[in-house]
């Protein structure tokens, strides 16, 4: 029988912890909510609580998607973690999520590709459930924890990062689920956005901390604001061609929810509605690694599920600069989001 990965449910997690625009605006004693509002899209962020890390707020998002779809921890056979803000350098966060989980058979490891690590991370797991005679389930999470690395007075950065998990669970199924996806990176930005303190370039010695300050997301230098704009549209396209769909057969579309106005300028292109995609920018900041299926879990609950035999399209983009795409299929074994 020929194994297709197929999603079975999503989870979620949103710290408690809620600051406003205009919060900002008192911190940085100047208006900033208007443009934020904007520009990108950003009204509220949420913020993870001193004694959280990475991999509760992962945990707390798969309980939620293995609860949905009826399957135990047990039954996981591997768990994949998407994030750049991981609980340590090493070991991988995966495996305090594995511990944390208590899903004792399944393996773990961690893909960083920045804020397109999902995406990548997605890519993986169904090619493994495809490939894999005796794997059955695969949880892949985003956990994002970025307040955890930011200057509270850099209005660049402190305005748009927040704190956040998402997981789905992906199954085997005798109809296709996954049907493409494909990766893509302009390494040559890779000294433009980033925490560059910390690693074996920069390790956080006294000097270099005295110098660099401690481990913190920065820009560094710019990169084409037009670039999502600009490629998301070429590699939607490509995936289109290698599935022989057609723009108008993408039913749901969830991209980097970094920038509202680059979204809608995406949807223009492609001519497809608004109404074909969800945004969570508005009400959550930037999730990072978590925010695309962070936006799916809520797009799901929003009543945007695409019918069974209907397509998602997931798109992303990350420091890197990263990028990855795929085309899902829906099926019937997609669990609601009601728990």
Request: charged share 20%; glycine share 8%.
């Amino acid at each position: 029988m020929t194994r297709y990965a197929q999603i079975r449910s999503t989870g979620l997690y949103i710290p408690k912890r809620r600051i406003t625009n205009a919060e900002l605006d008192q911190r940085f004693d100047k208006p900033v909510s208007q443009w934020l509002v904007d520009n990108v899209g950003i009204e509220a962020r949420h913020v993870m609580s001193d004694d959280e890390t990475t991999s509760d707020m992962v945990t707390a998002a798969a309980e939620q998607a293995l609860r949905r779809a009826g399957v135990t921890a047990e039954d996981v056979d591997l768990v994949i973690v998407a994030t750049d803000t991981p609980d340590f350098i090493s070991p991988a966060t995966s495996s305090a999520v594995q511990a944390k989980l208590q899903a004792r058979r399944a393996g773990t490891f961690d893909v960083n590709a920045a804020c397109a690590g999902w995406v990548t991370a997605m890519d993986l797991a169904a090619r493994y459930l495809a490939t894999e005679p005796g794997m059955q389930h695969v949880l892949v999470c985003g956990g994002y924890a970025m307040t955890r690395f930011l200057d509270w007075d850099d209005k660049k950065t402190a305005t748009l990062f927040a704190d956040g998990a998402a997981a789905v669970l992906l199954g085997v199924g005798d109809e296709p689920g996954f049907l493409a996806g494909q990766l893509r990176a302009e390494g040559r930005y890779y000294d433009a956005l980033g925490i560059y303190t910390g690693g074996a370039s920069r390790p956080a010695t006294a000097a270099n901390i005295a110098e660099h300050g401690p481990p913190h997301v920065q820009f560094v230098r710019k990169f084409p604001s037009t670039f999502n704009s600009e490629r998301w549209p070429a590699l939607i396209d490509e995936l289109l061609r290698r599935t022989e769909l057609s723009r108008s057969d993408l039913d749901l579309l969830v991209f980097t929810q970094l920038n509202a106005r680059t979204i809608e300028q995406v949807m223009g292109t492609l001519e497809l509605g608004m109404e074909r995609t969800h945004m969570v920018m508005d009400k959550w900041g930037y999730l990072g690694s978590a925010c695309i299926p962070a936006a799916l879990d809520d797009a799901l609950r929003c009543g945007k599920r695409p019918p069974a035999g209907g397509h998602l399209l997931l798109c992303a983009t990350g420091g890197g600069l990263a990028m990855g795409a795929s085309i899902w299929r829906i099926t019937d074994s997609l669990a609601p989001t009601s728990d």
